[in-house]
Structure formats: structure tokens, C-alpha cells
């Protein structure tokens, strides 16, 4: 098993003086889910946006395939978030671009401008997309707008935006945050499918507790900048739940 | 009840009572008003000797004379044309300029030059900058389409920055993170949040151009203005009026045209 995503010592302040992760150190491998667990304002987000630089850390490492991806720019920095699916609690789809257009916006890291005006992606991508709408199920909605489908169905497309990425590591910044109980279980299981046909690691920054320890072999509970637990869902005792949210009234 | 109400009235002070500075306020103003009026020879008497005047003039308009249609067509189809250019031009023109001068996508060294240039565009009306463009580059429709090119960066490049600052920036954050190169976010993240607001904004910019096509004519820089200016000097106030109906024709299909943009990307 190759490690695939190391952090080491990373620390984010947004404003001087107010770090929001503090000293964050872990280490990815394999195609375990990774799920990240913690209050609200912990910093879950910046440290998911932190290791494809869509949020530029203050202090640290972050490698990934081998490379520090604080160091890179420009192409170099673009060619390894092309690596890097993300999804989005709010699917972040383009709405008013097809179902289509927002798989193959996954494309777009080894497009041109010129190709993506024209709409001019390789057949071979198109072919991909079309074999990953059947397997998520949605092969009729291809030029349906996104902004015309269900939360579970764009949550689907923003899962394939990711896949057709190509990636070697997969992050989901609560990704069923916005959905109800049962879609938000589909949804797990289709990353859950995803991390293992891809065989790829899968961080996913999570609210609910329960669906966390149903779901992830590993579990990061972060408190106040920290990681204060990183172990197995089976040690996650109340006890520990205490330590990561504070309080205990909401236990029970 | 009434007792406990009076009792908890205080007496001393009254409502509804104006401020004295509102009240001198619409005094100065008032005064001014009047100041104004009788410097200007602005009276009941001179308003009965100019309607006097005004009823020949009308009387004289009566009926339109269209006989001269060649010449009317060849002005409306000069500003109808320059319209079209124009808008076509400052559009192509307003693109890059609403782009850089956004200020959730450029940083504030390209907004600011950028702003000033548009905003400089805006500054004057498309009269004074036609009149500068006739002495720059002499009378004729290449004068007018200069100074309605101009106007419509200024005003279109505008509303194109503004619409850009309005939009999703988490649609723009997850076309980033897929790798896309900064033209390919414009590309997939930007251009399909505002395209349809732009095709608005042209078709309403194109529906203005069309009036002040007519209008910089007046100052020699081509179009049916030249034209209705022409007959005003010669008194042909039959001619006058053809034109002004034509005018209003011209303006009525623009805003049928507009109208129709509309309904049809309405989205």
C-alpha cells in the first residue's frame, strides 16, 4: 500500500495571529473512506481546501504523489489538482451547463481553451462520460440542465465531475449535508463504490456521526484547529465524542 | 381608560411638529425657485406670445410631406446601420474590459485602470463625444459610430463587470478544482452564469443606439439627424414632421426587436 497523500505540520491562519488549523499532521493511503468529523468552524473545510490549494496554507507540507504541493504554480499546480475529485456540499454543479458539460468539466485540466469553447473534448472522454452517468443512473438527464435535477441526482453528477477526473484521490466537503437520510446513504455508498473500483483514498469531511462510523474505516475528530482522535470508528466512545464536540447534553 | 391614557401623555411636548430647519429648508428653496424664473423670462406673457408662434409652426407641419422618401430612407438606413455597427463593436469591445474590471477575478491593479477607462467612456453624453469625433475625424457616419462605439463601452462594459461580480463564485470553485486553466474557468465557470444577461444587455444597448443614431446626425456625424436638421433650416416643417414620424417608427421596432430578444432567451 503506497501513501498517496502525507500532511505534515500544516497550519492555516486567515487572519494573522487566529491560526483555524493548527500543526495538522496525517498520512492517506490505500482506498479507505477517511471520514472528518468536528464541530462547526473547526476548520474541516480549509484543511479539505487546503490540500488541492484552493485555500493556500500558512505553514506545512502537504505531498501528494510524492511532490509538495505548496510549492507548486501555475501548470504544475493545475496538472495535480486534475489528480485531486472533489466534491461539494452544495454540488457546486454549473447549473446552467448540461449534465454532460459538468462530467466533462472534469476534462478540462488537459483541455485547451480553444477545445473547450468548441465543446471539442476527446471521443474517448465522451465515451467515459456517457458509461459513468449509466453507472451512477442517470443516462437520460445527459442534456438535461443540472439546475433542473433533484439534490440527490446533482450530488451524482458532482460524484462523476470528480470521477471523470481521472483522480488518485478523491475529497468531499460534506457531501450530504444538503441531502435527506436515505439519499444521503445512497450517495455514501456511491463514493464508497467509487473509492473502490478507483482504488483510491477517500477524505470526506462529515456532520453525521452515525453515517461517518457506518462508512469510514478511519476516523479524524478535529477540535478547535486539533486533531484530537485518528483511529477506528469502534474507539470513537462517548468519552472521545466529548473530547471532539464538547458538552455531553447532546449525547443522549 | 382615557384617564390612564392622558395621564401618561406628556404635555410638554408636541407631536407632528416640523423641524425649523426643514421648514427654512423649503423656504430657500422656494425662493430660489422663483429667483430663477423671472431671470430667465420665464412668464405667463411670453408663454401666450410663443404658443402663438408654436400654432403657426404646427399649422405649417400639416400635412407630413413624404415626398422627398428617398432622402428619408438613406438617413434612417444610415443611423439603423450605424446603430448596428456600434453595438456591435462595443460589445466585442466591452467582453475583455467587463472581464478585467470584475473584482472577483482580476486583482485590483487590473480592475482599477480598467474601471477608469470605462467609466471615462460614460462620462460624456454620445453628443459632445460625436462633436470631437467630426473634428477628429470628419463629418459622416464614421464620426457617429465612433461616438456611439464609445458610448456603449461605457455603459455596457459597465453592466458586463457588474454581472460578473454577481455571480456563483462556487460554481467558479469547482471548475478550479478539476485543473481548469484560468480561460477554461471563464470558459465553463463564468461565461455560462452571465451569457444570457449579456445577450440582455446588448439587445438593450443596440435599442439605444438606434435613438442616438438619430440624435448625433444634428452635430454632422451621419444618420437621419443630419437630415432633420437640414429641414428644420430650411423651414420644410413638412418634412420635419415625416422625418419625426419615421423616427418614431424606427424606435418602435427597436423596442419590438428588444422585446423579442428577450422572450427568446428568457432563462
Not at chain 2, 427597436?254 to 432563462?267: D, P, T
Request: proline share 3%.
Amino acid at each position: 500500500m503506497s501513501t498517496s497523500l502525507l500532511i505534515k505540520n500544516l497550519s492555516k491562519a486567515y487572519v494573522a495571529g487566529k491560526p483555524v488549523l493548527r500543526d495538522i499532521s496525517l498520512t492517506f493511503e490505500g482506498s479507505d473512506i477517511t471520514a472528518i468529523i468536528g464541530p462547526s468552524g473547526t476548520g474541516k473545510s480549509t484543511l479539505i481546501r487546503c490540500i488541492n490549494r484552493l485555500v493556500e496554507p500558512s505553514a506545512g507540507e502537504i505531498v501528494f504523489e510524492g511532490r509538495d504541493m505548496v510549492k507548486l504554480s501555475g501548470g504544475e499546480l493545475r496538472a495535480a489538482r486534475s489528480r485531486i475529485g472533489m466534491v461539494f456540499q452544495e454540488y457546486n454543479l454549473v447549473e446552467r451547463l448540461s449534465v454532460m458539460e459538468n462530467l466533462l468539466t472534469g476534462c478540462l485540466g488537459k483541455t485547451s481553451a480553444w477545445r473547450a469553447f468548441w465543446r471539442s473534448f476527446d471521443a474517448a472522454d465522451i465515451q467515459r462520460a456517457w458509461e459513468t452517468l449509466e453507472i451512477v443512473g442517470l443516462t437520460g438527464f445527459a442534456n438535461a440542465r443540472a439546475d433542473s435535477l433533484s439534490g440527490g441526482q446533482r450530488q451524482r453528477v458532482g460524484i462523476s465531475r470528480a470521477v471523470m477526473q481521472h483522480p488518485s484521490l478523491l475529497l468531499a466537503d460534506e457531501p450530504t449535508s444538503s441531502l435527506d437520510p436515505k439519499t444521503s446513504v445512497e450517495i455514501m455508498e456511491l463514493l464508497a463504490r467509487v473509492a473502490a473500483a478507483k482504488n483510491i483514498p477517500v477524505i470526506i469531511n462529515m456532520h453525521d456521526v452515525d453515517l461517518a462510523r457506518r462508512f469510514a474505516k478511519r476516523i479524524v475528530g478535529m477540535a478547535d484547529g486539533h486533531v484530537v482522535y485518528d483511529g477506528a470508528p469502534e474507539g470513537l466512545t462517548d468519552d472521545v465524542l466529548k473530547t471532539i464536540y464538547g458538552g455531553q447534553g447532546w449525547l443522549q | 381608560m382615557s384617564a390612564a391614557t392622558s395621564s401618561v401623555m406628556p404635555a410638554h411636548i408636541k407631536p407632528f411638529q416640523a423641524s425649523p430647519l426643514a421648514r427654512f429648508g423649503w423656504l430657500v428653496l422656494f425662493a430660489y425657485l422663483l429667483w430663477a424664473m423671472s431671470s430667465l423670462d420665464f412668464n405667463w406673457a411670453r408663454f401666450v406670445f410663443g404658443i402663438d408662434n408654436g400654432a403657426k409652426f404646427i399649422s405649417r407641419m400639416f400635412p407630413p410631406n413624404f415626398e422627398r422618401w428617398d432622402l428619408l430612407v438613406k438617413g434612417l438606413t444610415e443611423s439603423l446601420q450605424m446603430a448596428f455597427i456600434a453595438s456591435f463593436l462595443g460589445v466585442i469591445i466591452s467582453l475583455p474590459l467587463g472581464l478585467l474590471g470584475a473584482r472577483n477575478m482580476m486583482p485590483a491593479v487590473i480592475t482599477w485602470p480598467v474601471r477608469v477607462i470605462v467609466i471615462a467612456c460614460r462620462s460624456f453624453h454620445p453628443v459632445i463625444v460625436a462633436i470631437i469625433c467630426v473634428k477628429a475625424v470628419g463629418f459622416g457616419a464614421l464620426a457617429g459610430i465612433i461616438a456611439l462605439t464609445v458610448a456603449s463601452v461605457g455603459f455596457v462594459g459597465k453592466l458586463f463587470t457588474e454581472a460578473i461580480e454577481e455571480i456563483s463564485m462556487k460554481q467558479i470553485e469547482a471548475v478550479r478544482a478539476t485543473g481548469a486553466s484560468f480561460m477554461n474557468v471563464v470558459i465553463f465557470g463564468v461565461v455560462p452564469q452571465v451569457m444570457f444577461r449579456f445577450i440582455g444587455f446588448s439587445a438593450y444597448e443596440t435599442d439605444a443606439n438606434l435613438r442616438n443614431s438619430t440624435m448625433v446626425g444634428i452635430v454632422g456625424a451621419g444618420g437621419i439627424g443630419g437630415t432633420l436638421f437640414a429641414a428644420f433650416q430650411r423651414f420644410d416643417y413638412d418634412f420635419v414632421l415625416a422625418i419625426v414620424l419615421s423616427i418614431i417608427g424606427l424606435i418602435m421596432i427597436g423596442e419590438l426587436m428588444q422585446i423579442w430578444v428577450k422572450k427568446v432567451f428568457r432563462q
